[in-house]
């Protein structure tokens, strides 16, 4: 019976060796060669020409091929045809047709990044994480992302509908949009009880808004004790634009790096005390919508300590794409992730996003209601009416003065009424008075 047991697990170990030896001949096949490659992707098209049922051009079927094999790669790899390569290159002078949403994918599903401030998508009510199911009465479920913003855009004035699904909405949401031209004022610049600066981006597409900044900054650097940047819903844009503001913020350090494949598309961007506007104390607005470009200002002014960020998890796009020219006359082109972004500290923005140092749900501030049952001095019965009436009369002259004032400046001033109806904002603002009474 010992002998048997023995031979058994000898049998058995010795299958098993020999198992692992054919496990690593089949791991060890060669690997195609370039050309046997590039000869099965010849078949193919020539297949796919010769024998499909409908018949496509030749570019066609080369310019699908190219077109799903960047849809395969990752979200923001896509193919730009003459019409997309166009328009592209319009948005980036801050005017352009469409319904002023940005979207990406994400596991898949089209999800809208960020509706643009003041836009078709914006006043119809599309939110930061939407996620697209239907556009007009076609399913976008396994639709590219070139196809859903080819569909997407048209001419200005033409309606289209979106069907979303949205957190928290116990079905499907169909919005109607109206098509138009897309006017991008990036920066708005207000101020909160005279002593606060809040600058507001809304995205980093054009080339004007470190400049924007810059100027607003200066316009009201006496009076700016503290400054709010609010990046909520900013999709991003250029990394120039981002770089550029941080700078205006930070003397010295290294805002953002981004390293790749090729030894030539890595490079380190550091700070320069020349382009240094203001030293005081900063917190910075960030949501789910807050994306690239903004994820690069808010993680770079968090790692240099020299921001607080206040409200939710940013979307987490951290790559570097770039525009390569694919025909002789420069009018089409891929838009190809070559790098990823990394922060100050070393980490990296890719699927992780920015967390916020404060972390803060958006909705309106809840605050304590008047209650009949409170008993003031001036419920007390032997109170001097006379008096009191005296101080009303004063307090309702200075009132009416005042909000003759705020009728004239209601473009440059966020009123109490603004602030109670956004948490964020309050949370930022009590933060930036507490630093302001420490630095006094």
């Known amino acids: ?81 003459k019409e997309s390569y166009k328009e592209m290159q319009v948005e980036t002078k801050g005017e352009f047709g469409g319904l002023g949403i940005v979207i990406g994918q994400r596991e898949g599903a089209l999800t809208i990044i960020s509706p643009i401030d003041d836009t078709p998508a914006y006043k119809a009510g599309v939110k930061a994480g939407d996620i697209i199911i239907k556009i007009n009465e076609e399913a976008s479920i396994n639709m590219s992302l070139s196809d859903a913003i080819e569909i997407m855009r048209g001419k200005a004035g033409t309606p289209i509908s979106i069907t979303v699904v949205r957190k928290g909405e116990m079905k499907p949401l169909k919005i109607d949009i109206i098509r138009d031209i897309i006017k991008i004022q990036s920066v708005y610049a207000k101020t909160i009880n005279d002593e606060i600066l809040y600058l507001r981006v809304s995205s980093f597409m054009d080339m004007k808004v470190a400049s924007e900044l810059r100027k607003n900054i200066k316009k009201y650097k006496k009076q700016t004790k503290a400054i709010i940047l609010d990046l909520r819903n900013n999709p991003g844009g250029q990394l120039g634009q981002a770089i550029d503001t941080v700078n205006l913020f930070v003397d010295k350090g290294v805002i953002v790096s981004q390293r790749g494949k090729d030894e030539r598309d890595n490079e380190e961007f550091d700070a320069t005390s020349s382009s240094t506007v203001t030293d005081v104390p900063m917190v910075v607005l960030v949501n789910g919508g807050s994306a690239s470009a903004s994820e690069i200002v808010s993680g770079g002014l968090q790692d240099l300590k020299r921001a607080i960020i206040v409200g939710e998890t940013t979307f987490g796009k951290g790559s570097v794409q770039r525009i390569i020219p694919i025909n002789e006359d420069g009018t089409e082109a891929i838009k190809l992730t070559i790098a990823k972004y990394y922060l100050p500290s070393g980490r990296t923005i890719q699927a992780k996003g920015i967390v916020p140092d404060i972390q803060v749900f958006p909705g309106k501030v809840i605050a304590e209601e008047e209650s009949s049952f409170k008993l003031k001095e001036s419920n007390m019965r032997k109170h001097l009416k006379g008096e009191l009436e005296k101080v009303s009369d004063k307090k309702k002259e200075v009132e009416d003065k005042k909000e003759k004032e705020i009728e004239k400046e209601d473009k440059k001033i966020i009123t109490n009424e603004m602030i109670m109806l956004d948490n964020q904002l309050k949370n930022g603002i009590d933060i930036l008075k507490s630093l302001i009474i420490m630095n006094k």
């Open 1 to 81: 019976m010992k002998k048997f047991l023995i031979l058994t697990f000898s049998l058995l170990l010795t299958s098993s060796l020999f198992a692992e030896n054919v496990k690593e001949k089949k791991v060890e096949e060669p690997e195609p060669t370039r050309l046997e490659s590039y000869t099965k992707l010849q078949k193919v098209i020539a297949a796919v020409e010769l024998l499909y049922v409908d018949d496509i051009k030749l570019n066609k079927i080369v310019e699908k091929t190219i077109s799903g094999l960047l849809h395969e790669l990752d979200a923001h790899s896509s193919m730009l045809n």
